[in-house]
């Protein structure tokens, strides 16, 4: 089932149509056999890439807020919405006196479903090591942020041969933000471009 979003860029257009390509549905299970589990984790890599893509189209996060979602901690689930808790910006010891130490963010309405279907179906044909993370690697390890910027550059450039990152595309969904609003006001929650 497709979603509409509000006009996208074209750039992210595409990214969200290379998320939906990624994933492969439970169809694609009923053609492996069950004594390759390895095959199985391959599709459910797909599924995990496919929630990122579509993911990012829709959130402008760094690279550093994706690989420190964990479930139960940082992405909950709370009187019927997916919350994200991201560090604030610019955070730390110099941060402000009254400024809150981090930022909630929702869960997009439209890929709550495919998140509770990553996390119950998907997820657990993974080897997972670290049990929180949200996204891992094959290894079954939480991304670190030069990983999962290669991973999402190499999926966007096996689809399309753009050399993109996960930078570029925070950038872009910011600009497209500000844009449609018309405004000059920093981004909501903190989050800045750049």
């Given at each position: 089932?497709?979603?509409?979003?509000?006009?996208?860029?074209?750039?992210?257009?595409?990214?969200?149509?290379?998320?939906?390509?990624?994933?492969?549905?439970?169809?694609?299970?009923?053609?492996?056999?069950?004594?390759?589990?390895?095959?199985?984790?391959?599709?459910?890599?797909?599924?995990?890439?496919?929630?990122?893509?579509?993911?990012?189209?829709?959130?402008?996060?760094?690279?550093?807020?994706?690989?420190?979602?964990?479930?139960?901690?940082?992405?909950?689930?709370?009187?019927?919405?997916?919350?994200m808790t991201?560090?604030?910006?610019?955070?730390?010891?110099?941060?402000?006196?009254?400024?809150?130490?981090?930022?909630?963010?929702?869960?997009?309405?439209?890929?709550?479903?495919?998140?509770?279907?990553?996390?119950?179906?998907?997820?657990?044909?993974?080897?997972?090591?670290?049990?929180?993370?949200?996204?891992?690697?094959?290894?079954?390890?939480?991304?670190?942020?030069?990983?999962?910027n290669d991973?999402?550059?190499?999926?966007?450039?096996?689809?399309?041969?753009?050399?993109?990152?996960?930078?570029?595309?925070?950038?872009?969904?910011?600009a497209e933000?500000?844009?449609?609003?018309?405004?000059?006001?920093?981004?909501?929650?903190?989050?800045?471009?750049?």
């Amino acid at each position: 089932m497709r979603h509409t979003l509000p006009t996208l860029s074209p750039v992210l257009a595409i990214i969200e149509e290379i998320g939906l390509a990624e994933y492969l549905g439970l169809a694609a299970l009923a053609y492996t056999p069950t004594t390759q589990p390895g095959l199985w984790a391959a599709v459910a890599r797909r599924a995990q890439r496919s929630l990122l893509l579509r993911l990012l189209v829709r959130r402008p996060l760094r690279s550093r807020d994706l690989c420190q979602l964990q479930i139960g901690h940082t992405l909950q689930y709370e009187a019927g919405v997916w919350q994200m808790t991201l560090p604030a910006e610019g955070g730390g010891a110099r941060q402000s006196v009254g400024r809150q130490a981090a930022d909630r963010i929702s869960f997009p309405d439209d890929l709550a479903q495919p998140l509770v279907e990553f996390l119950d179906l998907w997820r657990p044909m993974l080897d997972v090591s670290d049990q929180a993370a949200l996204f891992i690697i094959r290894a079954g390890l939480s991304y670190t942020a030069s990983a999962l910027n290669d991973e999402v550059g190499h999926v966007i450039w096996r689809y399309t041969r753009w050399s993109v990152s996960l930078p570029q595309i925070r950038q872009l969904q910011s600009a497209e933000f500000a844009a449609r609003f018309e405004t000059t006001q920093p981004l909501p929650l903190g989050r800045q471009t750049g």
